[in-house]
């Protein structure tokens, strides 16, 4: 995803040509908050398909709160919702947030209806803390598939050679790929579908 474009000038320094460029620049400031705001927005896409209001916990609510909306909108399929576009793209689609203070650095919560996530940035690495009340911690790299957790167990033979890791949160199951497109195809075969598909790079 283009979150953050520049512009050079003629000096060889930077400049923004839109109106969001404070909330750009504090993003770019501390990419691995805006990393897990997106992230952790498209995880919950799946959960909250219908959902018209995100609401946003964080101890940052300048540039957190548009990349969680944007993160969340990549999840339902819009790819052009980023930090630039992001005030019309959410217009247009009738999605808005509402934020809550943090209490946590380095941490976004996120909930729309009764589902929830938590998520946080360690380094250069995203994880899922948290799903609903249920403690986690599952990095947010490369290519997971979301299942239910009980339909884990019949495809274990088609699965076994193509998933690195199965992590297990309350009902459901994140499958991380170990080379992206070969689990996937393994999970279409199963008879009970994927819930969501997450690419984070």
């Known amino acids: 995803k283009q979150w953050y474009q520049r512009r050079v000038r003629g000096d060889g320094k930077s400049s923004y040509g839109c109106i969001n ?3 750009i620049r504090s993003a770019l400031a501390q990419p691995g908050l805006a990393k897990l705001a ?6 919950l896409a799946p959960f909250a398909p219908n959902a018209s209001v ?3 916990q964080s101890t940052n609510d300048t540039f957190v709160p548009s990349a969680v909306l944007a993160g969340f909108l990549n999840g339902r399929g819009v790819t052009n919702a980023n930090l630039i576009s992001i005030k019309q793209v959410a217009a247009a689609n009738n999605v808005s947030f509402e934020t809550k203070e943090g209490l946590v ?3 976004v919560t996120v909930s ?3 589902f929830k996530l938590t998520g946080r940035v360690d380094g250069d690495t995203c994880y899922l803390v948290k799903m609903n009340d249920t403690a986690t911690l599952i990095p947010l790299t490369g ?3 979301v299942v239910k957790a009980e339909s884990v167990a019949p495809m274990l033979p088609d699965i076994s050679s ?6 297990f949160v309350g009902q459901y199951a994140f499958l991380q790929a170990c080379e992206e497109g070969e689990l996937e195809k393994a999970v279409e ?4 579908p994927c819930l969501a598909r997450l690419v984070v790079v």
């Open 21 to 23: 460029a404070p909330l």
């Open 38 to 43: 997106q992230v952790v927005g498209m995880a």
């Open 54 to 56: 995100i609401s946003v």
């Open 105 to 107: 650095e380095n941490e």
């Open 112 to 114: 729309a209806g009764e």
């Open 143 to 145: 290519s997971l598939t």
């Open 162 to 167: 193509r998933a690195c890791s199965v992590f």
């Open 189 to 192: 075969s199963s008879p009970t």
